[in-house]
């Protein structure tokens, strides 16, 4: 769900859809990227510096998710 409205460019509801998650649920890194992914298909440099930055502080080991999150940084800030 929170992939079908990153894609739809609804980030507030996917946002709050992550945070209604995480109250019961441990935090997921899959979701986080859906989100990383939305933005930079919208090219929302401020939003997906928010996200990845959350990322960082929740999944401070999870090397190859967070390298494909700067991948995906670094395409927002070429376009």
Do not use: H, W
């Not at 709050?16 to 933005?39: A, C, F, H, Q, R």
């Not at 930079?40 to 998710?65: C, G, H, V, W």
């Amino acid at each position: 769900m929170v992939d079908c409205l990153s894609r739809l460019f609804m980030f507030d509801e996917a946002q709050k859809l992550i945070e209604d998650y995480e109250k019961t649920n441990t935090p997921s890194i899959v979701m986080y990227m859906s989100v990383l992914s939305g933005t930079r298909n919208n090219r929302n440099s401020d939003l997906s510096e928010k996200i990845y930055q959350r990322m960082k502080t929740l999944f401070p080991n999870a090397k190859e998710s967070l390298a494909a999150g700067v991948v995906l940084l670094s395409n927002i800030y070429s376009s």
